[in-house]
């Protein structure tokens, strides 16, 4: 099984709308973030998670929240989707701030 | 803010050639910087990280060199096979930004059989 796991894989939805992606990791790492990946642009940092008390704001986090129900659960929704949020969402995990370790991704095509 | 540059954005070259991708950033203050794998469909695989006091980094065919001062760093890649072919992506984590790592926008490299 992977270290790593978001769900879901693929999800359309309309402008306006609600939707959550979620992410579960069995490596045991205090540490989880959320990216997103648009082309030309590289991965940016949305949020991220030391522990279940600790949220961050990372680089591009306006329209989005995440929650970290337990250590090894850290979600992420966009409150009223807009098509702009139209990208690749990757989850991440890791120990001290070193190696990353990532999930297989979530493509998200608002409409 | 941190800003990591890749050359080229994509790259062809036929099997069994050795080849240097680049990477560059502006902010020399640097915990440390990572060489990551993209394949299509899947996450990024970690293949070599450095430390800011560290000159090198090496994993099989692969060879990751940092020069901090001058911004810049290459990734090896010796005998290249098909198997090679995926998106490589640096990514450094300043020293003023916590926890937070800053991503070039890739090399798409491609090995021809």
């Known amino acids: 099984d992977a270290d790593v796991t978001q769900t879901p894989r693929n999800r359309i939805t309309k402008t306006g709308k609600r939707i959550m992606l979620e992410c579960s990791q069995t490596?045991?790492?205090?540490?989880m973030y959320w990216y997103r990946q648009d082309p030309g642009l590289g991965l940016r940092l949305i949020y991220y998670?030391?522990?279940?008390?600790?949220?961050n704001k990372g680089e591009i986090s306006d329209g989005y929240s995440v929650s970290r129900q337990a250590q090894a659960k850290f979600s992420l929704s966009l409150e009223s989707a807009i098509p702009n949020q139209t990208a690749l969402y990757f989850c991440a995990t890791g120990q001290g701030g070193e190696t990353q370790y990532f999930g297989p991704g979530t493509r998200l095509l608002v409409l | 803010k941190q800003e990591v540059t890749q050359i080229p954005a994509a790259l062809s070259v036929p099997e069994g050639e050795n080849l240097v991708l680049n990477c560059s950033f502006t902010?020399?203050?640097?915990?440390?910087l990572q060489w990551f794998r993209q394949d299509p469909g899947k996450g990024l695989t970690s293949l070599l990280l450095?430390?800011?006091?560290?000159r090198e980094q090496t994993s099989g065919r692969l060879n990751a060199s940092l020069d901090k001062s001058s911004g810049r760093s290459t990734l090896y890649i010796a005998a290249s096979q098909p198997g090679d072919s995926a998106t490589y992506l640096c990514a450094v984590r300043p020293l003023w930004a916590g926890n937070q790592f800053y991503f070039g926008t890739g090399t798409s490299l491609t090995v021809i059989p």
């Open positions: 450095i430390q800011s006091s560290q």
């Open positions: 490596k045991g790492h205090d540490r």
């Open positions: 998670s030391f522990d279940v008390k600790d949220i």
């Open positions: 902010d020399s203050a640097i915990y440390n």
